[in-house]
Structures are given as C-alpha cells and as structure tokens.
C-alpha cells in the first residue's frame, strides 16, 4: 500500500510533526510505503516566527503542491493535514472525491473559524464553510478533540475518528532524572510565538509569585512582554532538548483565552508535562476540562484568585505535586500514548485499502 502525506509543514511545525510524522516509522514497519510532501518548509516556518510575511515563499509552495497532484494516481491513500490549498476553496479536494482517490484529512486546531470568523467580510462570505467541504469530501476525517470531530459530524463526514494529539511515551517520565541547577520552583511553559499572548493573560499573577516565592520562570518556543523580567528566562524551543528541559520543571501551566479557537485546541502542553510527571495548571477551556481532573492531576483556573491558590498548593507542597504529577502520567499512559493511537491509525488506513 502507498499513502502519500500533504503535511502542511517540514517536521519543524508541530502540527505537522505530532499529527503526521511520528506515526511514520510505525507504519513503515507495519509494511506500508510512505511518501512526505509538506506545503511550508523550514524557511517559511523561520520568516513567519520572526513576524515576516513570506508571500513569495507561499506562492512557490502552491505551485510546488498544485503540480503535486498530478502525481496522486500512483497512490492508493492520501492523508492531509487540514486543507490542500489554505485561503482558496475546495475545488481540488473535491476534483480528488470525483476521481474517487480516497483521503483521510486531519484536524488538531479549529482552522474552519479562520474562514467562518474571518475579520475580512469576502473571506467569511465565499469560505465560511470550506473546511466543512472538505471534511464532507473525504473518506474519513481524523479528529484531535470532540469539539473538532462535532464539526466534521455536522459536516457530514462519512466517518470520523477522533485521535488526540499523543506523545511518545518512552522518550518522556524523566521527572526527577535531571539534576535541577537550582532550589527555585520552576513554572514552565511550552509554545510557540503564535500562542504566547495567552501566557500573557496572566502574566500579573506570575509576577506576584515570583516576587513572594523564590520561583522562576520558564517559556520555552517563544519570547514577549510579561510586564517584568526579573526570574524570567527565555529558552530557545528544539526537538532534541524538549523534553529534558520540560523535565526540570516543577509545574507545568497552559492557560487559554476563553475564544472559539481554543476549543480546537487538543491540551498537547499538558500531554507533555503530565508524560514528565508534573502537576499542571490550566485554564478550564476546551479539551483542556477533559484532560486535567480538578485537584487529581491538576487545578483548573479562570480566575486571578484560582491561579494563584494553584501557585500557592504546588509552591508548599512538594508531596501533592509528586501525587498530581503520578495521576497525570498514568493518565497520558493509557489514554495519550503514540503506540495506542498508532494502533488506530494504522487500522483506519488498512481499512480503507
């Protein structure tokens, strides 16, 4: 059997590496050929976090996928990351339904509000349902949370899945393995430039932790104004030293704005601490009420009041922070683990041979 993945980006994208690239290997083995063509590389991810507008590089990219296409016929299954072309209408994916190439098309962010709750009136009018077209057009839509897969099912997708976004279980659980260089409680997060304005939201709160308690701390993936600096650090995000540095951390924290877009959201930072073995504090927004119980595995918070009560138990308790972190990795063991959902995959593809 031949699949061909259209990512949307190089291994460098998130999306893109959690949701397309990690299962390859997996099936490889399960004796399926692969063949990776990504829409954006690492080029254009670099211009876009530095805050440029790469039209030329998007141009050269739709040419380089539109002649892409010609190539399908030699493959029995595609599977696509979101869209084939972003900001133009389904016309290709639904040439590829008429000529009755099957496809699989992937969700792990509410991308059909970019088009429904676009600011620009064209925009919202001619692709409000877009993604609705071609999550209809498709042999089966791999959703990443129930708010994602309630969309596809209104839609009317013929089948749909919902697979989280998971980890590799067996690169994480380091907690404790990694001599800390300090006695400051680390709060951490992970992320990247487009999502740190909701680390900002509580950007007051962490400022009052670290001038009451020695703690510091640390956002990884991205660099901004919290409003001070002072046991503030900056660390470059990378794939081979992600998971090290999530490990020294004490807490782990994900707060969201309460928006649409953050229902489409599959809680991966909280997948990734709770692998480590950390308590966690996150926003009770979206996917994020079903992966942390309240006061098991975590605290949820909305208010200034609740993020700081959360500080406040973790920063005294060193022994509720071990209890929480142990409920969250047993949680993402069963529930959030790349060799399970490689198992789904892997069915769901053979089935539609």
């Not at 259209?6 to 291994?11: D, E, F, G, M």
């Not at 299962?23 to 990776?36: H, S």
């Not at 304005?197 to 701390?217: A, G, N, P, W």
Request: charged fraction near 25%; proline fraction near 3%; aromatic fraction near 14%.
């Amino acid at each position: 059997m031949k699949i061909l993945y259209l990512t949307k980006y190089s291994r460098e994208g998130a999306s893109s590496r959690l949701r397309s690239y990690q299962y390859i290997p997996y099936l490889i083995d399960q004796g399926i050929k692969i063949t990776v063509s990504s829409l954006f590389d690492e080029g254009y991810l670099k211009k876009v976090y530095k805050g440029k507008k790469p039209y030329l590089s998007v141009l050269k990219a739709y040419i380089k996928r539109f002649f892409k296409l010609f190539s399908l016929p030699a493959y029995d299954l595609l599977v696509i990351e979101y869209e084939l072309f972003p900001y133009f209408p389904a016309w290709f994916e639904r040439i590829i339904s008429y000529f009755r190439i099957p496809y699989i098309v992937d969700y792990d962010d509410a991308i059909f509000h970019n088009y429904d709750r676009h600011s620009n009136f064209l925009i919202r009018r001619t692709l409000k349902d877009k993604i609705d077209k071609v999550m209809l057009y498709s042999s089966y839509v791999i959703a990443g949370n129930s708010y994602l897969a309630e969309r596809a099912a209104k839609a009317g997708a013929k089948s749909i899945q919902i697979i989280p976004t998971v980890i590799d279980i067996s690169r994480y659980n380091l907690k404790g393995t990694i001599g800390k260089k300090s006695d400051k409680i680390i709060i951490g997060w992970v992320g990247s430039p487009s999502t740190f304005f909701h680390v900002q939201k509580i950007s007051r709160v962490l400022k009052e932790i670290t001038e009451k308690f020695d703690v510091e701390v640390q956002i990884v993936g991205a660099t901004g104004d919290l409003g001070f600096t002072e046991n503030v650090k900056f660390i470059p995000w990378a794939e081979e030293t992600e998971v090290d540095i999530i490990s020294n951390f004490d807490i782990g924290i994900m707060p969201l704005q309460d928006i649409v877009w953050a229902k489409g959201k599959c809680s991966y930072k909280l997948i990734q601490y709770m692998g480590c073995k950390l308590p966690v504090i996150s926003s009770s927004v979206g996917m994020n009420k079903e992966v942390v119980s309240d006061g098991i595995n975590g605290f949820l918070a909305d208010t200034h009041d609740q993020w700081y009560d959360g500080f406040y138990k973790y920063i005294k308790d060193p022994v509720l922070r071990k209890q929480h972190g142990q409920a969250g990795f047993e949680l993402v063991k069963y529930n959030f683990n790349l060799s399970l959902a490689s198992d789904t995959m892997a069915s769901i593809i053979k089935n539609l041979k």
